[in-house]
């Protein structure tokens, strides 16, 4: 088992800067991949950006490149979304993810952060 806590959300204007925080215990080894998801009222949930664990590459979806990072802190187990240049299109609860590679359609889900941009 994984166990995914996130962290950070909150309530900023557009144009505000946020930053998520995701700590990872239990079988961590069994997990290679950590990520971010969202996903607003009505809506499916969308990917927003991974990172390899060993590494460290990572990935975007197109509506944040350029705006958020993922970063790692692997003495401390925890991935992070630095998000700038909010806008209120952002707004929804993120989730944090991990997986592994041989296995990307089962993943480990964290509890989800509620992040809110005000126009």
């Known amino acids: 088992q994984v166990q995914l806590v996130e962290s950070g959300g909150g309530l900023v204007q557009a144009g505000g800067s946020l930053r998520l925080s995701c700590a990872a215990s239990?079988?961590?080894?069994?997990?290679?991949?950590m990520g971010w998801f969202r996903q607003a009222p009505g809506k499916e949930r969308e990917f927003v950006a991974s990172?390899?664990?060993?590494?460290?590459?990572?990935s975007y979806a197109d509506s944040v490149k350029g705006r958020f990072t993922i970063s790692r802190d692997n003495a401390k187990n925890t991935v992070y979304l630095q998000m700038n240049s909010l806008k209120p299109e952002d707004t929804a609860v993120y989730y944090c993810?991990?997986?592994?590679?041989?296995?990307?359609?089962?993943?480990?889900w964290g509890q989800g952060t509620q992040v809110t941009v005000s126009s």
């Open positions: 990172i390899r664990w060993s590494g460290g590459s990572t």
């Open positions: 239990g079988r961590t080894f069994s997990v290679n991949h």
């Open positions: 993810a991990a997986w592994a590679t041989v296995r990307p359609e089962y993943k480990y």
